[in-house]
């Protein structure tokens, strides 16, 4: 299990090629060394990095896959729109312990209204960060609504309408309509998308260094090929990329000439210049947030461990 004391010195490290160039990364000397075009770029050293982010299409040696495999290190293989397309994620696979009272666990109820309950709160505060005026009464319900909710469709409602008064409030300036995953129908969606897909990618690589089956989730239920532990994980953490989009809409970071419409969604206007540009922002703010997001999955590991003892974990936005 990944150390406090070690995460603090490490990076997310974030690995972007351009089209028309040969780019390689390799082991030389226990550092990650990147390589454009046969003349070196730029290095770290492996013991540094916790996980690496390789956007486009980079050849890798095996020699440099192995060593950070046996030192934890995960690998994420993105296309240049910042889909996801595979991934090498170190794991615990040997804490048999965990994954028996994950999979044997009679707490699934409360552990979903647990998460629920914290993301309203981070949303709440979120909306006081920034200084908006927003109805109280909402939130003030649906903590009350939470302590009776008797299955995960009265949570998925309660949390439902906490969001839309939420994104609604948060979001009025920047010309928001609703939140419509995966359709970019606008910008504001555009970007909440690649925000979360990092999150959601930083937060798996976490659990599964703990020892987690993050296919198995409490609020989420098992589905095909759905990570539903990682989604459960990162609901509390998801106002941090909402903030993050309104205060780069106010410091005039965003700008609407940036983006196309096409083929019904928008995209970015320059392809891979737009995509690094933006999401540099949303890797800057979970960096700033690495600890934060460490101690919630740490808290939440020794939660599961033994509930009696440890108490649900919190995310302060």
Avoid at 61 to 67: D, H, V
Avoid at 175 to 182: H, I, K, L, M
Avoid at 285 to 297: C, D, L, P, R, T
């Amino acid at each position: 299990m990944l150390k406090k004391a070690d995460f603090q010195a490490k990076r997310i490290l974030t690995v972007q090629a351009e089209y028309g160039h040969c780019y390689v990364l390799k082991l030389v000397n226990d550092n990650l060394k990147f390589i454009c075009d046969a003349k070196a770029i730029n290095q770290i050293s492996c013991h540094l990095v916790f996980a690496v982010f390789i956007i486009g299409e980079i050849t890798i040696t095996t020699a440099l896959l192995k060593k950070l495999n046996s030192l934890g290190v995960s690998v994420f293989l993105l296309n240049y729109n910042l889909s996801v397309k595979a991934a090498m994620l170190s794991e615990s696979e040997g804490n048999y312990l965990l994954r028996s009272k994950q999979y044997n666990n009679n707490d699934s109820l409360n552990i979903a209204k647990n998460l629920v309950a914290k993301k309203i709160d981070s949303q709440e505060s979120v909306l006081k960060k920034v200084r908006k005026k927003y109805p109280k009464n909402v939130f003030e319900k649906a903590h009350q609504q939470l302590i009776t909710a008797k299955d995960n469709q009265q949570l998925l409602g309660i949390e439902g309408n906490v969001s839309k008064n939420y994104f609604q409030t948060l979001f009025v300036k920047i010309g928001w309509f609703r939140r419509a995953p995966q359709t970019k129908e606008d910008i504001p969606n555009l970007l909440l998308d690649i925000g979360y897909t990092y999150l959601f990618n930083y937060c798996d690589a976490l659990l599964r260094l703990f020892g987690f089956d993050t296919y198995k989730g409490y609020y989420h239920q098992v589905f095909f090929q759905r990570k539903s532990l990682t989604c459960d994980v990162m609901e509390p953490m998801r106002p941090l990329i909402d903030y993050q989009l309104v205060k780069s809409f106010n410091l005039k970071q965003i700008k609407e000439t940036d983006f196309i419409f096409k083929n019904g969604h928008f995209d970015f206007k320059d392809g891979f210049k737009g995509s690094k540009y933006y999401s540099s922002i949303f890797f800057e703010s979970i960096s700033e947030k690495k600890e934060e997001i460490y101690n919630f999955v740490l808290q939440f590991y020794r939660y599961c461990m033994d509930n009696k003892k440890y108490q649900f974990p919190e995310f302060k936005v």
